[in-house]
């Protein structure tokens, strides 16, 4: 290991997925910089490691990304090894690109280490194959916000024909599945929540495009939850499917 | 570890980014059905394991699906632990989907282990983030050809404003470009082609839409590679981008 800050992704939730290198990287680690989602059963790896909370604490305000930014600028300037350890991947909606330009500016040598994302290995727990040759030719991970507030295109995503899968979407759940009703997708195109992804408390809602938002409000799921809207949604687990069926009922 | 059939991620290539969850299969697995594409350094997990080479040997035909299928569900039979060790993410174009179906309908016990895909990990290794809020809300993964033949729909997919990672897309480059070109893309985004993306052979080459295929013709850069077009490229690490650029000039 030879970087000063390493942003690293600790993967979905379940603590055997995250890398052999995200493990090398934790046994170096002088400070670690964690995420509120990120499992704390991780931590076992670095004993030797000071850990700072940058995530959600109760109802309060993340810390300000700048603020992190400046804190693992001055840690690798005291010549601390610094591990960012953020859910999933840093690349894929983590933030990691805006850390990574922001050591770069400073000069700081940074390393990126790979995490498994939410948006694969969730809908794999219950059976769902993001792709599969016979239903589309790929996925596309998208958020339900744009930054300057607006809805991504889904007119586009729809005429993709991709399996959508979306990330911090909870909230405007209502609102994506008019967005793509309106844009021409089916009714009755399958569709699933699923929260705590990979974790012991995981729960799902398997249904339609039409009726995912009222199942999902009648089981109460909440975030953090990855949204699966596609006809792969078809193929998951015949069994998982029964029971989300059955709780629905 | 329960299931019979384990369809596990070996990740991109380098052989630590593999999970903790994948090094425990490999553990208990009686047999390994390894394709062609997966690091050999792996099979350090499995010292206790048969290995079935299951991909393209030389020039020849990869074994058929059908064939891995009837070994896998035969061996389970058995009373076989196996693993089926597929590069990248067993989901993500990796047909894992189809394995998981046949051995559901043969009603063995199946359990799929994420792997780290090159679709995200292959650009982060030269600093390139698949997704940066102020540049794209999301990024689509799409392979250059569909079952049937066909092309995916450039036109969407370029009204997505998603960043484009195309995976398998190397000997029809010039096709995927023109198709983007056509559909409205502007000829000057950025765009990078990474071949054996985190090993230590990697090579890749960082031009625009328009002379990207003519670049990788140049470079004689070939399959495996990931290709990707947005404007995310731009972020690419300074001090790679100089190099590649050097090299092609």
């Known amino acids: 290991m030879k970087a000063s800050v390493y942003l690293v992704g600790a993967g979905p939730g379940d603590a055997d997925l995250i890398t052999l290198k995200a493990v090398k990287a934790l046994q170096a680690a002088d400070v670690i910089l964690i995420d509120d989602l990120v499992n704390r059963a991780l931590l076992q790896h670095a004993p030797q490691a000071r850990v700072v909370e940058v995530g959600k604490r109760g109802g ?120 793509l009703l309106d844009a021409g997708m089916p009714a009755d195109m399958p569709a699933a929540a699923i929260q705590n992804g990979t974790l012991q408390q995981q729960r799902q809602v398997i249904s339609t495009l039409a009726e995912l938002s009222m199942a999902v409000h009648q089981q109460g799921l909440e975030s953090p939850a990855i949204i699966v809207v596609g006809e792969v949604v078809r193929l998951a687990d015949s069994a998982m499917l029964a029971t989300a069926l059955a709780a629905a009922a």
Chains 1, 2 share one sequence.
Not at 77 to 87: D, H, M, N, S
Not at 98 to 125: F, K, Y
Not at 147 to 175: C, F, N, R
Request: some cysteine; proline content about 6%; hydrophobic content about 40%.
């Open 60 to 179: 309060c305000q993340s810390t300000p990304q700048h603020f992190i930014n400046r804190l693992m600028i001055s840690l690798a300037e005291q010549g601390q090894t610094v591990v960012r350890l953020k859910g999933g991947d840093p690349f894929l909606f983590g933030r990691g690109g805006e850390e990574m330009l922001a050591l770069r500016a400073a000069g700081i040598p940074v390393e990126t280490v790979p995490g498994i994302s939410s948006g694969v290995a969730v809908p794999a727990s219950i059976g769902i194959p993001v792709t599969h040759r016979a239903y589309t030719h790929g996925v596309s991970f998208i958020t339900g916000h744009t930054q300057d507030g607006g809805s991504p295109d889904w007119q586009a995503l729809v005429a993709s024909g991709t399996t959508l899968v979306i990330y911090m979407g909870m909230k405007h759940l209502a609102e994506i599945s008019r967005g």
